[in-house]
């Protein structure tokens, strides 16, 4: 039998043992790199102002080369040369994306928000997996955590400080013979609040409102914060507390989306999902200028929860592990998927008198609504396969994953 072979990406995140001096280096380099970055967008935004080109990636690394040999901007040629070029690199996405319409005009990057640099290259670096340890250019042998083996060839690393801690992120590559799903079962799946997901078989999977639960508690240290003289001591302390509540709230929600992923998708060689666009729902909510949204603050309670257990970040897991065993991920148009009957094809809203149950009023057809809009996403799914209708089918091989935690 002919197998092709894959090229598969995994990323490790371990937690980095740093000594106070090895974190004042890497805190350093972040810091570089954000000086970098404010420099050149406020370039190209004085530029903008005077109706100038845009100057762009290849620009700015002229420019960068030409600040490190300033003397007033002499302590960028202490910082390494990569990362100071990747934060260009990263503005230069961003601006992309702006005038592409996808995003918001790029911002200046704050002190402490989002402290992160990466290596590209992995000349720049080495790995050495057996003792747990990384080595950069000016920094040295770094110390991490070593809860798993690395596998695959490194090829980017990312070094991140999140909730007063840093850590590193290794992308590894390598290739593998495509692998043949060891189920042979379809599944549909139906996300929603009450339930995160109802599968077609019955089984339902409870959500985790970690962020709802935590909001109040985030809400009461932000209001604690504003009473703190700003850049105090007190401060100071109450936003690390902050920061740590949120890094929380984004671990429960991580390891909780990991563990459905991969129940599912270990079970199930075909998953059916719905489009739901996660994006567009949530913009409609706020309504326009004009017409605000007449469900604003109704929806915007939903959204909340929406995000909250982030549907769009289970699909993009469901799809890379499925791709991972050789299954299959279809994407299947959601209109009446919650008020057909499957029992005799009828299809209204009077179908589904409340939240919970399905009531079919020509045939008596009754279930639980959500198991059995999961049945009729299947169904849909198996009509795509029998006859080739328009599908979505997930990406590639390109998605990290894999990320082991090695926090705590
Ligand atoms: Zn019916």
Request: glycine share 6%; aromatic share 8%.
């Amino acid at each position: 039998m002919y197998r092709a072979l894959v090229r598969v990406l995994k990323a490790y995140r371990f937690r980095l043992e740093p000594s106070p001096a090895e974190a004042r280096g890497l805190a350093r380099v972040a810091g570089c790199c954000r000086f970098v970055f404010n420099r050149a967008l406020a370039l190209e935004r004085q530029r903008f102002e005077r109706g100038e080109k845009h100057l762009g990636y290849a620009a700015l690394c002229k420019e960068l080369t030409s600040w490190r040999r300033a003397p007033a901007t002499a302590f960028l040629a202490e910082a390494p040369t990569h990362p100071l070029q990747q934060a260009l690199k990263d503005l230069d996405r961003a601006y992309r994306n702006f005038f592409e319409g996808r995003a918001e005009r790029p911002r200046f990057k704050k002190k402490g928000r989002h402290d992160a640099f990466r290596y590209p290259d992995p000349k720049q670096f080495q790995v050495d997996d057996g003792h747990g340890r990384v080595k950069f250019p000016k920094l040295g042998w770094l110390r991490y955590r070593r809860s798993r083996a690395v596998s695959g060839t490194p090829k980017q690393l990312t070094l991140s400080r999140e909730g007063g801690h840093w850590f590193v992120a290794i992308q590894t590559e390598c290739e593998l013979s495509a692998p043949v799903h060891p189920a042979s079962s379809a599944v549909g799946v139906d996300l929603g609040v009450a339930k995160f997901a109802a599968l077609s078989t019955g089984e339902t999977f409870a959500p985790v409102s970690s962020l709802l639960k935590h909001a109040k508690k985030l809400a009461r240290a932000q209001r604690a914060l504003s009473r703190k003289v700003k850049y105090s001591r007190n401060w100071r302390k109450q936003k690390a507390r902050i920061e740590r509540l949120h890094t929380k709230v984004a671990r429960i929600r991580h390891d909780f989306l990991h563990k459905t992923s991969t129940t599912i998708s270990k079970t199930h060689a075909m998953v059916v999902l719905e489009d739901l666009s996660v994006r567009s729902m949530s913009r409609s909510a706020r309504g326009t200028v004009d017409a605000p949204g007449r469900h604003v603050r109704a929806k915007a309670g939903l959204n909340r929860s929406i995000l909250d257990q982030g549907w769009g970040e289970f699909r993009r897991q469901v799809e890379y592990k499925q791709t991972w065993r050789g299954g299959l991920v279809l994407v299947v148009d959601p209109r009446n998927t919650s008020r057909t009957c499957p029992a005799c094809g009828h299809v209204s809203a009077e179908n589904r008198k409340t939240q919970a149950v399905f009531l079919c009023v020509r045939c008596g057809h009754a279930a639980d609504a959500d198991v059995n809009a999961a049945r009729n996403i299947l169904a849909a799914g198996h009509a795509v396969i029998a006859c080739g209708e328009r599908v979505q089918q997930g990406p590639s091989m390109k998605q990290e994953p894999a990320v082991s935690e090695a926090a705590a």
